[in-house]
């Protein structure tokens, strides 16, 4: 699993999911049982990094933002995210959709929620609107990036 970042302020204030205990106060106890009565940050963090299954999202939450996720992020550091996907007509650049999901989450497992947005948002302004070019039926095509290449999908 991820390492929590001790420098990162997020992350240092994560808790338990079942007992509350604070991240920290979790390490601190780590310590003392390894001889290490008054541990500094780089202590904890080598202490840390020693351990396995470190900053499960199944054991640790933020307190203040339970949906949030502990991920890796693609430079290596670790956070506290969310994953923001968005739909855009690629003719106007009109953002048709966005929506928020679990950091953890795939992309092939949030598009199809993504899609559907992006249909009812259409849907709503072509019904509320005369607008030239904007379908009653929402989307009439779907491009995405290399991220969705696993996607398996089906023509109509």
Known sequence: ?????TDNAALRSIVHRGTGEAYNDFLKKLAAESGIETP??????KLDRKRPRKGSNEDWKS???????????????????HKAEHAVDLETGAVVAVV??????GDTQT?????????????????DTAAPGVSLEGPAELVLDKGYQAMKCCEH
């Open 1 to 5: 699993m991820n390492v929590p970042d």
């Open 40 to 45: 500094t940050r780089e202590q904890l963090a």
């Open 63 to 81: 307190p203040e933002d339970p949906d949030s996720r502990i991920v890796k992020m693609k430079d290596g550091r670790t956070h506290l995210a």
């Open 100 to 105: 928020l999901h679990p950091a953890t989450a």
């Open 111 to 127: 598009v199809l929620e993504t899609l559907c947005e992006a249909g009812e948002n259409i849907c709503a302004v072509a019904a």
